[in-house]
């Protein structure tokens, strides 16, 4: 008689890139890592797949010209709003503000070209940090991500 193996926990990670090369060569990378990585190529299907995932990999620029600011505002204030983290992963210019913004509403920010190596660590390292911040909300009543939309537009920055 075998003995069934225990169910290994593989995130899944919603990639939502405007090239697709990138998307395939992250999604590959991923899966290698023991990751479940789901590719949205539109943004409508990103939003549909958002509430599923357990870490959001996005661009600011997305596929079909859709703006990745907008993606974020939508996924975190929307009826179906999701506190999965969200690593911004591109290779559009910012200014430093708007850089702030995204950084101050995002649980990370890697600029592009990225190391498929270097996404794998910071897909790891938000994942463990949102499990601490999950265990500490509930503790506390608290629910995160409240005000996403005005810090975008604002440009508030990170406290420190």
């Known amino acids: 008689m ?3 193996r225990p169910r290994v926990f593989r995130p899944r990670v919603l990639l939502v890139q405007q090239n697709s090369d990138d998307r395939e060569m992250y999604a590959e990378f991923l899966r290698y890592r023991r990751f479940r990585p789901i ?3 539109t943004m ?3 939003l549909d797949l958002a509430p599923t995932v357990d870490v959001i990999v ?3 620029t997305l596929p079909n010209g859709a703006d990745g600011l907008d993606f974020i505002t939508q996924i975190r204030r929307g009826p179906d709003a999701t506190t ?4 911004v992963l591109t290779a559009t210019l910012l200014s430093p503000d708007q850089e702030r913004a995204v950084e101050a509403v995002c649980n990370g920010f890697l600029r592009k070209p990225c190391l498929p190596g270097v996404l794998v660590r910071e897909v790891r390292r938000v994942l463990a940090a949102a ?3 999950d265990t500490r909300n509930r503790a506390a009543g608290e629910t995160p991500y409240r005000s996403v939309s005005r810090k975008i537009r604002s440009g508030s920055r990170r406290p420190h």
């Open 39 to 41: 590719i949205a190529v």
């Open 58 to 60: 996005t661009g600011i």
């Open 131 to 133: 499990k601490h911040r």
């Open 2 to 4: 075998t003995t069934p």
């Open 44 to 46: 409508a299907e990103a």
């Open 84 to 87: 999965a983290p969200i690593i």
